[in-house]
């Protein structure tokens, strides 16, 4: 049954769905992964493909940027497409010098600011943790693929500029965040409310202390060891 935001029918996407934030990375994932990737859904540019990985059938699908847009698709694909499990696969900035750029990493537990979680269901906690199901499949995968994968706390933010560097002091010194993007704290909602699982596999595109960047193409088409660790994962 196709929704505001998504015009696939319900036997049009997979039990588990691989979420980039850019649609132009979902199209990467599928046209290069998948086989025989089909589009069951652009509406509004948020393109959504399903094909087979090792002859599982497996949907990639784009989130949109921050936790408002990806709350309401992986919502959606939870609550009304009867999907089972969602990884985030997304880039991240650096907030310690042990990340570099083009790290792989999994995302432990995810600390916000953002009130999503109370609003949407009274949830007052400030940490949500990912599917520990989920972040196990992830490890497997990573190890069986031989790629290294670091472990640690993120922040979703809600906001990209910031006019001072306050916040700091509580993200990382406090809270012990070690990288920051902008959708998992809502993701990992939705799976707790939805009784689902979700978790969250990130690369590391820039870097808030040696200031190195990856510019917008490596960021849609070299963030390749991520995927490959996603996609084992979600037909494990």
């Known amino acids: ?4 935001h998504n015009k696939a029918e ?17 199209k990467f ?19 959504g493909y399903t094909g087979t990985w090792k002859g599982v059938p497996v949907t ?26 969602i990884i985030r696969v997304g880039s991240a ?10 790290d792989v990493v999994l995302a432990s537990a995810a600390y916000s600011e953002s009130t999503f979680a109370k609003i949407q269901c009274g949830y007052e906690a400030d940490m949500i943790a990912p599917s520990a199901e989920l972040n196990e499949k992830l490890r497997k995968a990573a190890e069986a693929l031989n790629i290294p994968v670091h472990e640690a706390v993120i922040h979703s933010s809600d906001v990209f500029y910031h006019e001072t560097n306050e916040y700091l002091k509580t993200v990382v010194d406090e809270k012990k965040c070690e990288a920051v993007e902008m959708e998992s704290f809502a993701l990992f909602s939705n799976a707790r409310v939805t009784g689902k699982n979700a978790a969250c596999l990130l690369t590391i595109s820039d870097s808030l202390v ?10 849609e088409k070299n963030f390749t060891d991520m ?6 994962a979600a037909i494990a």
């Open 10 to 26: 319900k036997d049009q996407i997979a039990k588990s769905v691989l979420m980039p934030g850019d649609p132009l990375r979902a």
């Open 1 to 4: 049954m196709p929704t505001p």
């Open 60 to 85: 990639v699908m784009a989130s949109g940027m921050g936790m408002p847009s990806i709350g309401i698709y992986s919502y959606e694909l939870f609550k009304f497409y009867d999907v089972e499990n």
């Open 93 to 102: 900035g650096a907030y310690v010098p042990e990340l570099k750029v083009f």
């Open 227 to 232: 995927m490959k660790i996603a996609l084992d």
């Open 210 to 219: 040696s200031h190195e960047e990856t510019t917008a193409e490596q960021r």
């Open 29 to 47: 994932i599928a046209e290069t992964f998948l086989e025989n990737p089909v589009l069951v859904n652009n509406v509004r540019g948020i393109n």
